[in-house]
């Protein structure tokens, strides 16, 4: 004897629970990438500003003159990128920013995801022993009209 299947109530919702965990998940992996790539722009900005300095020194310490139009080309061509230098320094900023808004934002829709979940098997469990209750109430049924019948 079987009784009715489980089914869970709030199966839709669970499931789109999991979509939106697996989208949280695609965009701090997307995150985490442009992260990534900005760390590098990063560190080539600043190799770039440290060859213009060093270049600006090795020039200052040559012998020869420099006119003034050259020596201010190249306090501008380090000015220049200094600020590449700064502009994605606060690039790196905004993005490990979003990265932990990400994470946040992933923690809680996994949370969601996981309580359901959790839900979900409470309540196949006392589904499960309700129709163990059920099926051993019947056997006992059974058993109890056999031997009724081998009594009479």
């Known amino acids: 004897m079987t009784g009715p299947s489980f089914r869970f109530r709030l199966e839709r919702v669970r499931a789109v629970r999991a979509r939106k965990e ?10 985490l990438s ?10 080539s900005a600043e190799a770039h500003v440290e060859h213009a ?3 600006q020194r090795r020039e200052q310490t040559e012998p020869g003159t420099l006119s003034g139009g050259d020596l201010l080309a190249r306090q501008a061509f380090l000015e220049r990128a200094e600020a590449q230098r700064r502009v994605r320094a606060r690039e790196l900023a905004q993005r490990e920013a979003e990265v932990a808004e990400r994470d946040a934002e992933l923690a809680t829709a996994a ?12 309540h196949r469990g006392e589904h ?10 019947a056997l006992d ?6 031997f009724r019948g081998r009594r009479a």
């Open 128 to 137: 499960e022993r309700e129709a163990a209750r059920r099926e051993i109430g």
């Open 22 to 31: 697996k989208l949280a998940q695609r965009e701090l992996a997307n995150a």
């Open 141 to 146: 049924e059974i058993t109890a009209t056999r």
């Open 111 to 122: 949370s969601e995801h996981e309580m359901l979940n959790r839900l979900r098997e409470r």
């Open 34 to 43: 442009r992260q990534s790539s900005t760390v590098a722009e990063l560190r």
């Open 53 to 55: 300095r060093t270049q």
